[in-house]
């Protein structure tokens, strides 16, 4: 969107210009994309993207008034605070208009600067790995509400695998696009506690390089070490589940110290000037050198989406071939953007319901 020519502040607006701005605040704070398909979220990634649901600015009749031009202001305004993004011109909102004071071009600027800043500026994520995100994505943390969904647990041993599965669910799939794309995320915590064995020992030392995976519009994150994420993405969901991270494997147990050697034993008195050899004392035992870490203990989190149901999977797997000890947990929460409102205009992201579909079940089960 072009700066308006400014001719000493005095320029009126066009519907043309109206239109634009507009359009380019309900890009972002309602919709232009209603109706949206899953299975055609690849090919229209670029628009799907963009929107956040709320209710989009009404369109002027005839004669642009300062009412038109407020409720233009009144949602970028909530946009500023939600995305916690100051101005380059000074600020976090825009001045509205007052009662009868003719729509000039400095009106028209400080609009069309600001959403324009918000269309094109980028806000780097800290959450896990830095990377940078456009700002129509981002909620700042101060915006933010954290929601804890549950915690899946398990105390029995195990030895081969484990499988957690949630499915968060939306009222449509256009629901899932705008609390995605209003910056809301998922995050996974697993955890392990009371482990005695060596090898539940070594499974803890796995989970705790994990610390927190985070799903979000950009894909998978996580804020631990070791591990790997893979390059999937909201657009790249399919209704087959498909892999966002794998953790880092184990580091192997250590070797048992060697016995230590027998004495020899003293030689005898010899008869008659015989002079009698002592046997040579035993060689100790070598120590057993420590197993090598098991490149096939992992954690893996595969992510799917079924039209409006955002589906999650956890797979603990493990080759060490004896039990692991210890509880088990995941703690599953969401973070989604806080109310906000402003001259009655309201904006509000819709949080999903959760299920549980498997709880840490294991193919050790009878």
Known sequence: MAHYDVTAGTDTVSQAQFTEIYNSINKVFGDLYPGAVSTSIGANCVNYKFGWGNRNSKQHSSKITHLDWNQLIARLNIILTHTGYTLTAGGNSVTLVTRGETIKATHYNAIADGINELLT????????KAYSRRYYNYVTPTQAELLNFTTTTREDAWQNAIVTEIKLSFSDF????????????????????????????????????IGTYYWTIDGGNYTGTGGTIYGLN?????????????????????????????????????????????????????????????????????????????????????????????????????????????????????????????????????
């Open 234 to 366: 909201f657009c790249d969901l399919t209704t087959d589940y498909k892999l966002s991270f794998v953790s880092g494997a184990s580091s192997g147990y250590s070797g048992y110290s060697g016995y230590s050697g027998y004495s020899g034993y003293s030689g005898y008195s010899g008869y008659s000037g015989y002079s009698g050899s002592g046997y040579s004392s035993y060689s100790g035992y070598s120590a057993y050198s420590g197993y090598s870490g098991y490149s096939a203990d992992r954690v893996k989190i595969y992510v799917k989406l079924l039209d409006k149901d955002l589906y999650f999977k956890v797979q603990y797997i493990s080759s060490m071939g004896i039990p692991i000890d210890g509880t088990q947990s995941i703690l599953w929460q969401c973070r989604a953007g806080a109310d906000i409102a402003s001259r009655g205009i309201k904006h509000h992201t819709t949080k999903p319901s959760y299920s549980i579909i498997n709880t840490m079940t294991s193919s050790d089960d009878s």
């Open 174 to 209: 256009d629901d899932v696009r705008y609390w995605h794309n209003s910056g809301a995320d998922v995050r996974i915590t697993p955890s392990t506690a009371g482990s005695t064995s060596t090898a539940g020992i070594t499974w803890a030392g796995i989970i705790s390089k």
């Open 121 to 128: 500026k980028t806000v780097t994520i800290n959450a896990g």
